[in-house]
């Protein structure tokens, strides 16, 4: 599922159309046209279009899912190196595949829990994907 086909379909089922919802969320136009698409989509602008007041839970977590889905597919990995669970509580990541990409997220989590600039890097990408509502 791409971000491009979620996001129309979230403004479909919005009724609204492309800038009233690029306004409402402070995104240049620009960035919703690229989103539309099917273009890259940075962290930054992905968190202010998942910002939209009226979005259900449900839908911010299927424009997040999306979103790393396309992301994936950017960085040549595929089903088989990891697993998205969107939940209402908290988008769950599951890590199977590479075990030297397993190593290495963890190895990141360890960091991040000693360094407060690696854990705050680390906060800003989650809070990126997840958001809160």
């Given at each position: 599922?791409?971000?491009?086909?979620?996001?129309?379909?979230?403004?479909?089922?919005?009724?609204?159309?492309?800038?009233?919802?690029?306004?409402?969320?402070?995104?240049?136009?620009?960035?919703?046209?690229?989103?539309?698409?099917?273009?890259?989509?940075?962290?930054?602008?992905?968190?202010?279009?998942?910002?939209?007041?009226?979005?259900?839970?449900?839908?911010?977590?299927?424009?997040?899912?999306?979103?790393?889905e396309?992301?994936?597919?950017?960085?040549?990995?595929n089903?088989?190196?990891?697993?998205?669970?969107?939940?209402?509580?908290?988008?769950?990541?599951?890590?199977?595949?590479?075990?030297?990409?397993?190593?290495?997220?963890?190895?990141?989590?360890?960091?991040?829990?000693?360094?407060?600039?690696?854990?705050?890097?680390?906060?800003?990408?989650?809070?990126?994907?997840?958001?809160?509502?």
């Amino acid at each position: 599922m791409s971000l491009a086909n979620t996001l129309n379909r979230t403004l479909k089922d919005l009724a609204l159309r492309n800038n009233k919802f690029a306004e409402a969320c402070g995104v240049p136009n620009s960035a919703m046209t690229n989103a539309l698409s099917g273009r890259p989509v940075r962290a930054k602008t992905m968190k202010k279009l998942m910002s939209y007041p009226d979005l259900t839970s449900e839908q911010v977590n299927r424009l997040a899912v999306a979103w790393i889905e396309d992301r994936r597919d950017d960085l040549g990995m595929n089903t088989d190196d990891f697993h998205i669970v969107p939940s209402k509580g908290e988008t769950i990541f599951r890590i199977t595949g590479d075990p030297v990409l397993v190593q290495a997220l963890r190895e990141i989590g360890l960091e991040a829990m000693e360094d407060k600039k690696v854990y705050n890097m680390v906060m800003a990408i989650r809070d990126a994907v997840v958001g809160e509502k």
